[in-house]
């Protein structure tokens, strides 16, 4: 089956600084990759939908500055939370759309973030 | 009103059971449903997808649409322990395909 990946899996990083956080598509084509965030006990939340090559589309009420997303390639996203903090502690996952298979969204493994 | 809405639990069940899990969704246009399981700190995986009225049925698992109602379900027959986890019904939006979970419902088979 699809496979993809994360890095890092875990990361934990003093307020105000920068992580970068990427997602690959190991064995597929992507063209479009997507961020969630979840919060403890609660549901995922689309963050954003990244398009190879296109700015990504943010979802209501997400800062598109403080959340940035890259996807340069078919295979690579990455999403960099700027000047964390710590309420952006969260469990970041990506997920990616199989172009054989279009209507699936293959899951990576996550990116536990704490910021102190 | 939530685009999907899911019993959030805990369900428990004993092992052998059959546990059934329900979801209704409030845009009557949409056409791709899908049910992903997730364990505690791991990220969702793929269990069903389902995209037509009727039932799909693979292994133990079985899901169940009714766009007239507005409702899908999952049942898994013969529960084991390894079934506990937390199980996310989301359907497919959007010309980007977007996915849009339900809150989740938190699973325990008891041995």
């Known amino acids: 089956g699809a496979v993809v990946s994360q890095h890092p899996s875990r990361v934990i990083c003093k307020s105000g600084t920068s992580v970068k956080i990427e997602c690959r598509s190991l064995d597929f084509q992507a063209t479009t990759m997507f961020w969630y965030r979840q919060f403890p006990k609660q549901s995922l939340m689309l963050m954003a939908t990244s398009n190879e090559g296109s700015k990504a589309t943010y979802e209501q009420g997400v800062e598109k500055d403080k959340f940035l997303i890259n996807h340069a390639s078919l295979t690579l996203s990455t999403l960099t939370v700027t000047s964390a903090h710590p309420e952006d502690s969260s469990f970041y996952i990506c997920?990616?759309?199989?172009?054989?298979?279009?209507?699936?969204?293959?899951f990576g493994p996550g990116t536990r973030l704490t910021v102190l | 009103q939530k685009e999907v809405e899911q019993n959030s639990g805990p369900l428990s069940v004993p092992e052998g059971a059959i546990a059934s899990l329900n979801c209704t969704y409030s845009?009557?246009?949409?056409?791709?449903f899908f049910w992903y399981r997730q364990y505690s700190g791991k990220s969702p995986e793929l269990i069903m997808s389902?995209?037509?009225?009727g039932d799909k049925e693979d292994g133990r698992f079985t899901a169940q649409l009714n766009k007239a109602s507005q409702y899908v379900s999952l049942l898994i027959r013969d529960s084991q322990p390894s079934d506990s986890a937390t199980y996310l019904c989301?359907?497919?939006?959007?010309?980007?395909?977007?996915?849009?979970f339900g809150s989740g419902t938190q699973l325990t088979v008891l041995p």
């Open positions: 389902i995209y037509s009225n």
């Open positions: 845009d009557r246009g949409s056409q791709s």
């Open positions: 989301s359907l497919q939006r959007g010309s980007a395909r977007q996915l849009t």
């Open positions: 997920s990616a759309l199989g172009t054989s298979r279009s209507d699936t969204q293959y």
